[in-house]
Every structure is written in structure tokens, then in C-alpha cells.
């Protein structure tokens, strides 16, 4: 009877020990599977962007962009709202091995967000130049 109790017990144990390594693998591969899709959200967000510029709403655009690449930032990158600060997504991106260019037209792109909510809008051949150099600089923070 000891012996069965200890084999049940010993049973238990495995399946505890199973059960918790798989919950472990599932959310790293939810994080993971996050990360991959994040280009693919931010692309799809960058599309509505391009639909405010035809309807001439470019204060939505700019709110939208700036949106769009924070939230790409935070999926890809694993960044905290809170933390999000131009000296932390340089320092994060510079970790991970983007080129110094590739982080300054990011940069500028997320600047040029920031002052359109204090300065005149653009013309929609500017907006459209906004939006393209940020779509490029995505793909390529991506690669």
C-alpha cells in the first residue's frame, strides 16, 4: 500500500511540474507570437492614417501615427506605457542592434507627431511623405 501511495504522490508531483513548465511555455509563445504580429498591426493602422488624409483629418492622422508607433514599439519591444520616452526607445533600439539612422528617422518621425499638435498641419503631399517614411522606418526597425 506505501508503494502505491508514493507512486501516486510521485504521479502528482510530475504532473504538477508538467503542468506549470507548459503554462510557462504558453505565455512566452503568446509574447513571441505578439511580437511577430506587431509589424502586421501597425501596417493595417498605418492604412486608416492614410484614409484621414483623404478626408482631410489631419489632426486625427497625427494622433493615429504617433499611436501606431508607440503601440508597435510596446508589442515589439516589450516596453510599459510608462516607460516610453525618446531616450528609452534609442537606448532599447540601439540594444538591439538598429542602425543609429534607422533610430533617428524613427525619432524624427514621432518629433514631427509631437509638433503638429502645436503647429499648423501640413499639406496631404507632406502628410503622405509622414506616412510613407513611416512605414519604411517600421519595416526596417522590423528587420
Do not use: H, M, W
Amino acid at each position: 500500500k506505501l508503494n502505491y501511495i508514493l507512486l501516486y504522490i510521485l504521479a502528482l508531483c510530475i504532473a504538477i511540474v508538467v503542468f506549470l513548465t507548459g503554462k510557462r511555455f504558453v505565455q512566452r509563445d503568446k509574447k513571441v507570437k505578439a511580437q511577430r504580429l506587431a509589424l502586421k498591426k501597425a501596417l493595417q493602422q498605418l492604412k486608416q492614417c492614410d484614409s484621414f488624409i483623404r478626408n482631410n483629418q489631419n489632426n486625427k492622422f497625427y494622433e493615429s501615427l504617433s499611436e501606431t508607433i508607440l503601440n508597435y514599439l510596446i508589442q515589439r519591444f516589450n516596453f510599459k506605457k510608462a516607460e516610453l520616452s525618446k531616450q528609452q526607445i534609442e537606448e532599447c533600439l540601439t540594444n538591439q542592434q538598429i542602425e543609429g539612422e534607422v533610430i533617428r528617422r524613427l525619432l524624427k518621425v514621432i518629433d514631427e507627431c509631437e509638433f503638429a499638435k502645436f503647429a499648423p498641419a501640413k499639406d496631404e503631399g507632406g502628410l503622405k511623405d509622414i506616412l510613407n517614411e513611416t512605414t519604411d522606418v517600421l519595416k526596417l526597425v522590423d528587420k
